[in-house]
């Protein structure tokens, strides 16, 4: 195993096959697909960063890399990718053996370039705070208190725009601080950018272009129209301080009338036509279901209860699928315009996070979801991301991601927070997962800690048989996580698809491809300990929030899938009888300090961070613990034979499973 942890510290990835099949048929007879999970923006100590730009194959654009051959006297590198010769340039005239470029040196398989001229000028980072106003006022006091903390934690350069939503949506205009100036516009619809530049004045006094794209100073718009919406952070909190609550009255027996769709769609445009391809966030702060306009979930009678997921199932959730193609379109034009939507949804009910996943996951935003503005969760989560410590994400803006791959390999797709940028070539297989059918995608917003999954296809017919080398470099745990994703995309993308049968399938797969066993007796099965632990990460994913959804509502389910980093906190006990504080029992007392001390180091490393549930042994707290635990005993079973504490569910042991896989493996 710590083969692959050095392999993860010095470039960021971890591959569930580190021995690659050598044609089709044994990577499908490997289960788990030929994948990695990369980390594009891992902290990796000690990286090269080098003060040119990268040099280039002129055949398929790789870069030059230690794997590549090079003739020192001719001066010539060979692409290891398509073997295309490439003569070096002037400034690698003095390469020889003894004096080779960092980016050729054995352990440097993985450099940074610092940022040329071609890049173009660095421009401030944009926060577009889209607010939601029908709340109690105990609520919006929690938020204003957060922002303006917030405020004062973003970079001195950053520019902010505030925008407003209830009934109606309001645009703020920023340099009125005397006299407080807005924008109207109506819930019931979305607002393009034609519309926007007419209504606010874009154009006052100047003649507005009759052709072309209007976006940004480049087009025309002058920067004195720009930084009405637009100013920098020191100047905007009393747009804060003067926050209030959606005036219109709410019928008792209706909800709030709430158009959070036509604010993001108005935010979106804004951007667009303010400052286009640079790094902007739309920050959404929802306290409620969107009742109102394009994007709405439930309509405000509240005799109306919101979609579940066995109205999802059974296709009697009407507005569904309408919200999630109108935030698809939302999705598509924040992409071409590189900005983010991240969402902070804070409410007792759904919020729509459903509905919004396609937006958030394509343009890589963040999602946090909470019972109140007031809670931790929401507090700890939202100044994590501004904060500067040895924690912080390192939000960054733009990426482009390319791959390209050696002869016979193929891209499928990607799982993950990015989008496709439609770039098709040989390289792409005809089997798509996730982001797929192209070989770059677009990273609109991500992190020190933003992973995707890539996953591979094999395309050579023949080739030598390496299903016996391929068990040596078996990750388990890189396994689980990219089944873990790929099983949560098969249950969102396919009908009537049956996510235990499937993994269930594949593990009896594995086991009986990689296992040791006598035909038919199942007491002589094993596994190799690169394999042993993974019937056990199976079978706790099988119980997780991420397959299982009964109990959860479609937002939670969407919001456990985009975070798919979720795990439980382990407690203590007998804590309250004091034995701690007795001089004979310190050991005690630090075995007891010892789960809060690392309850702690994992909330600090985990965002959005994590709920935290502190209970004791039968106090009413405990069932969020017995709720992950392994089910040895039941009520349904003997508990004279067991210790512990009787848990009442129907799900089965882990040695009730992994003697009905062993009895399967080996038939």
């Known amino acids: 195993m710590s083969e692959f942890l050095d392999l993860e510290a010095q470039d960021g990835i971890r591959m569930p096959w580190n021995v690659i099949p050598g044609s089709r048929e044994d990577a499908l007879s490997c289960v788990v697909p030929i994948s990695a999970i990369y980390t594009p923006l891992k902290q990796v100590p000690d990286i090269p960063v080098l003060p040119y730009s990268p040099l280039r194959c002129r055949m398929c654009r790789s870069i030059l890399n230690p794997f590549s051959i090079v003739d020192y006297v001719a001066k010539i590198w060979v692409c290891p990718f398509c073997f295309q010769r490439n003569h070096f340039p002037q400034h690698y005239s003095s390469i020889s053996e003894s004096n080779l470029p960092a980016e050729l040196f054995p352990q440097y398989t993985t450099v940074e370039y610092i940022s040329t001229a071609e890049t173009g000028p660095a421009v401030p980072p944009v926060f577009m705070f889209v607010v939601d106003t029908c709340m109690i006022e105990e609520e919006i006091g929690y938020l204003k208190s957060a922002l303006a903390q917030v405020v004062e934690l973003l970079p001195d350069n950053s520019l902010v725009g505030f925008i407003t939503f209830g009934t109606y949506v309001q645009v703020h205009e920023l340099g009125f601080g005397l006299l407080p100036k807005s924008y109207v516009f109506k819930g019931t619809k979305e607002v393009t950018k034609d519309e926007m530049l007419d209504q606010m004045c874009f154009f006052a006094g100047k003649k507005k272009p009759t052709t072309g794209v209007i976006a940004g100073t480049r087009d025309g718009l002058s920067s004195e129209s720009i930084a009405r919406f637009l100013l920098p952070a020191s100047e905007c909190e009393f747009v804060i301080e003067e926050l209030q609550k959606d005036p219109w009255p709410v019928p008792a027996d209706q909800r709030a009338s709430r158009c959070t769709g036509a604010a993001l769609s108005v935010a979106a445009s804004l951007l667009g036509v303010c400052v286009p391809g640079s790094g902007a966030r739309i920050m959404a702060f929802v306290g409620g279901p969107s009742t109102e306009g394009p994007g709405s979930i439930v309509s405000k009678s509240l005799l109306e209860p919101i979609r579940s997921h066995k109205d999802l199932d059974k296709d009697s959730a009407p507005l569904y699928d309408k919200a999630v193609k109108f935030y698809d379109q939302i999705a598509k034009q924040l992409v071409h315009q590189g900005h983010v939507l991240d969402v902070f949804a804070c409410a007792v009910d759904q919020v729509g996070v459903a509905e919004m996943k396609v937006a958030i996951e394509k343009t890589g935003g963040i999602v946090v979801l909470a019972e109140s503005f007031g809670h931790s969760v929401f507090k700890d989560s939202l100044l994590r991301i501004f904060q500067s410590s040895d924690n912080d994400l390192g939000l960054s803006f733009n990426g482009i991601l390319e791959i390209n791959c050696s002869k ?32 770059a995608w677009k990273m609109c917003g991500l992190d020190k800690k933003t992973s995707l999954c890539l996953v591979y296809d094999i395309a050579k017919k023949d080739g030598s048989n390496t299903i016996g080398q391929a068990a040596s470099g078996f990750d388990q745990e890189a396994a689980a996580a990219v089944m873990a994703r790929l099983v949560s995309f098969k249950m969102e993308t396919e009908a009537d698809f049956d996510p235990i049968r499937w993994l269930d399938r594949a593990l009896i797969r594995l086991c009986s ?38 109990n959860n509502s479609p937002d939670e389910t969407a919001y456990f899938r985009m975070v798919l980093d979720r795990e439980d906190v382990t407690n203590a006990v007998w804590r309250n009888a004091g034995y701690q504080d007795q001089q004979d029992h310190k050991v005690f007392a630090q075995l007891l300090k010892s789960p809060h001390e690392e309850a702690d180091t994992i909330i600090r490393e985990r965002f959005p961070v994590p709920r935290l549930v502190v209970c004791d042994q039968y106090g009413s707290q405990a069932r969020f613990l017995l709720a992950k635990l392994n089910p040895s005993v039941t009520y349904n079973s003997d508990n004279s034979s067991h ?7 129907d799900d089965v042991s882990f040695q009730v499973f992994m003697d009905h896989l062993m009895r399967l493996a080996v038939q």
Do not use: H, M
Request: glycine share 10%.
């Open 643 to 649: 210790g512990g504490d009787v848990i009442f569910t």
């Open 513 to 550: 491809k990689f296992g040791d066993y006598q035909k038919e007796t199942p007491s002589s099965f094993s596994l190799s300990p690169r394999i042993s632990i993974f019937p056990q990460f199976i079978f706790n994913l099988r119980r997780s929030q991420f397959v299982q959804v009964f």
């Open 408 to 439: 016979d390999v193929k891209i499928q797709g990607i799982i993950g927070p990015c989008a496709s940028l439609e770039k098709k070539s040989p390289l792409s297989s005809d089997t798509v997962i996730g982001q797929g059918n192209t070989s």
